[in-house]
């Protein structure tokens, strides 16, 4: 890598009606948490409690102290509204599918 590259990292949460995505220097020993404390994230978005955060890195489930390697990005999940097994029990029970659904 050329001295004058900078290494970086990026943290992102996604509500239903926005995507925040923030890219930081990545600094020698940061990790998953560090960086969204660091994105400003936590205070834009007072919904997310920092004790109770699910993280991950690409969609692979990480725990907060994970250290960060240049390009990581964190994603910060949030709960899912519905149950996925449920409802395609609900919906095969009324003959439809999860994809017919999408479609109405």
Do not use: F, H
């Amino acid at each position: 890598m050329a001295p004058s590259e900078v290494d970086w990292v990026e943290v992102a949460y996604a509500k239903p009606e926005r995507q925040r995505v923030v890219r930081l220097a990545l600094a020698p020993g940061l990790s998953a948490i560090d960086a969204v404390r660091a994105s400003g994230i936590l205070s834009e978005c007072p919904e997310l409690d920092e004790g109770r955060l699910a993280l991950g890195i690409y969609g692979r489930k990480v725990e907060p102290g994970q250290l960060l390697e240049s390009g990581d990005r964190v994603e910060i999940y949030r709960p899912l509204s519905a149950d996925p097994r449920e409802t395609r029990r609900r919906l095969a029970a009324e003959g439809r599918s999860m994809n017919s659904r999408r479609r109405s």
